[in-house]
């Protein structure tokens, strides 16, 4: 079956400007995830839906980072007034509810800010 | 500070031989521990865990060992494989939390 898949696989941007991650889960299951890797670290929670419930956002690291999970589907990850710091790859995963402990991931989107 | 630490950034192992990935943790209340693989230019694929009420779980050629009172993990894969070249991510999660917490790996090298 189809797995986690994101888009786009790599952008470049200049800096100040906004950009758009899409992330597309596995059909059914109902948490999703945003990471970044950045160069060197490990990945870095940043934003946690689950089913309807309120996001845990916790791990947004400024009031740039947004992110909304429509119809429990579909997932889009906004940085607005892109640094050079935002350089990273995120990367999305999801898992079903009865395994939240088990997550399948996506590819990534590396982002490169100029 | 990081909770889950990984303090080799690479290891290099010969095929056939046995690879073993260490992980440390500091955070007592951590339950449940997973490892990630990681292909170039891929997501991380989960490979395989174990909860802290167990001090070893083992899936074909992975073996992963928990000493909780030392907090530390380690993953055995044996025989090695070239195939079983990527980075290994260690996580961690406390109980109730659907959060782990990733080291920064270990890039696994097996030479045929």
């Given at each position: 079956?189809?797995?986690?898949s994101q888009?786009?696989s790599?952008?470049?941007?200049?800096?100040?400007?906004?950009?758009?991650?899409?992330?597309?889960?596995?059909?059914?299951?109902t948490?999703?995830?945003?990471?970044?890797?950045?160069?060197?670290?490990?990945?870095e929670?940043?934003?946690?839906?689950?089913?309807?419930s309120?996001?845990?956002?916790?791990?947004?690291?400024?009031?740039?980072?947004s992110?909304?999970?429509?119809?429990?589907?579909?997932?889009?990850?906004?940085?607005?007034?892109?640094?050079?710091?935002?350089?990273?790859?995120?990367?999305?995963?999801?898992?079903?509810?009865?395994?939240?402990?088990?997550?399948?991931?996506?590819p990534?989107?590396?982002?490169?800010?100029? | 500070?990081?909770q889950?630490k990984?303090?080799?950034?690479?290891?290099?192992?010969?095929?056939?031989?046995?690879?073993?990935?260490?992980?440390?943790?500091t955070?007592?209340?951590?339950d449940?521990f997973?490892?990630?693989k990681?292909?170039?230019?891929?997501?991380?694929?989960?490979?395989?865990?174990?909860s802290?009420?167990?001090?070893?779980n083992?899936d074909g050629?992975?073996?992963?060992?928990?000493?909780?009172?030392?907090?530390?993990?380690?993953?055995?894969?044996?025989?090695?494989?070239p195939g079983?070249?990527a980075?290994?991510f260690?996580?961690?999660?406390?109980?109730?939390?659907?959060i782990?917490t990733?080291?920064?790996g270990?890039?696994?090298?097996?030479?045929p």
């Amino acid at each position: 079956g189809a797995g986690v898949s994101q888009s786009p696989s790599n952008k470049v941007t200049e800096k100040g400007k906004d950009v758009e991650l899409r992330c597309d889960p596995i059909s059914g299951h109902t948490a999703l995830y945003w990471y970044r890797q950045s160069l060197g670290q490990g990945l870095e929670f940043l934003i946690y839906f689950q089913g309807n419930s309120a996001p845990d956002k916790s791990g947004l690291p400024s009031d740039r980072f947004s992110a909304e999970r429509t119809g429990g589907s579909v997932s889009t990850l906004t940085i607005q007034r892109t640094q050079q710091e935002d350089s990273a790859v995120y990367l999305c995963a999801s898992s079903s509810m009865g395994k939240t402990y088990e997550q399948y991931f996506g590819p990534g989107t590396r982002l490169t800010v100029t | 500070d990081q909770q889950v630490k990984q303090n080799s950034p690479s290891l290099s192992v010969q095929e056939g031989r046995i690879s073993i990935l260490n992980c440390d943790y500091t955070n007592s209340m951590f339950d449940y521990f997973l490892w990630y693989k990681k292909y170039p230019a891929e997501g991380p694929t989960f490979l395989i865990s174990i909860s802290s009420i167990k001090d070893k779980n083992e899936d074909g050629r992975f073996t992963v060992f928990l000493n909780k009172s030392a907090k530390h993990l380690s993953l055995h894969i044996v025989p090695s494989q070239p195939g079983d070249s990527a980075v290994y991510f260690c996580a961690a999660r406390a109980g109730g939390s659907y959060i782990p917490t990733f080291g920064r790996g270990t890039s696994l090298i097996v030479h045929p």
